[in-house]
């Protein structure tokens, strides 16, 4: 599972986002991002990456930090546990996938683990079993939401009329896991952040996420991260932004298989003529998503 750091909730109202970089600062960061992911797993020095895109090493962490939520260095270690974890699925052994991910020896994998995994490296690669998983059902603008985490970051997100039915995705979705429990209180802080989130007081709730991806879907959903709040952008337009102009059913099902949205805004990506397409949780679900943050977004200094 990979982990993207946060901030903490209190914060979050104040929080800086990508909306407020320019088209040429969120093209630096992107072309930040790419750079990572060339140098696939070895090791990239901010001050390396920062004159690849043509900004100080300062500068960059900084709009790297306010499109991303996460610094270069986060978002290299992501990577890495994307790629050590991918290894893993494809049958490869915990030391071979070490090394093939990039890291430097075993004892730095079991290091990361807790922090990148959420789990051991040899408790992922039997399909998940030891994650211990709690969540929580609460009321939304949008019906009942379920929220479920590990230690390390939220881990699903699902919508819905009962809590039974709730449950029962979220077992089928960890039917591996070692412990599911309900437990509102151990997950508070997330639970508070989101509900803020949908009613439009916290455009970007920056919450560390404990997901599953292949690297398509990883560079799918990094698309979506990428759209400012309030906008949107066809799957057509994301497709030929990740290089395959013909790509936009495989988009689609990226996004069909996002365990946490919300968090990654699936919503924001629609039909090349407007139309909103399937939703998990609903076609009317994703319609309130979009008007809220509409509304929210012309309410923003410097909108019209």
Known sequence: ????????ATAAKSAPTAKSLSARHLAQV???????????????TLAELSSEVGL??????????RAMGVTPRDYADARRARRFRDELKSGESVAGATYAAGYGSSSRVYEDSRSQLGMTPASYAKGGKGARIAY???????????????????????????DAALA???RAEFPQADEI??????IAPALD??????????????????????AFQRRVWQELLAIPYGETRSYS????????????????????????????PCHRALRQDGALAGYRWGVERKRALLAQEAQYGTAQPGKS
């Open 237 to 264: 337009q994301i497709a030929e932004r990740l290089g395959i102009p013909k790509g936009q059913r495989a988009v689609g099902r990226a996004c069909a298989t996002n365990p946490v949205s919300i968090l990654i």
């Open 56 to 65: 100080s090493p300062w500068h960059l962490q900084r709009l790297f930090k």
């Open 1 to 8: 599972m990979t982990v993207v750091s946060a901030k903490p």
């Open 30 to 44: 992107r072309a930040a991002c790419a750079h990572i992911e060339r140098m696939d797993g070895q090791s990239v």
């Open 193 to 214: 952040l989101l509900l803020s989130h949908l009613a439009g007081e916290a455009p970007h709730p920056s919450l560390p996420l404990d997901v599953r991806a292949t």
């Open 168 to 170: 029962r995705e979220l």
């Open 181 to 186: 429990v309900r437990n509102e209180a151990a």
């Open 136 to 162: 929580a059902v609460v009321e939304s603008p949008l019906g009942r939401l379920l929220v479920a985490t590990t230690a390390k970051g939220v881990c699903f997100l699902a919508l819905g009329g009962g």
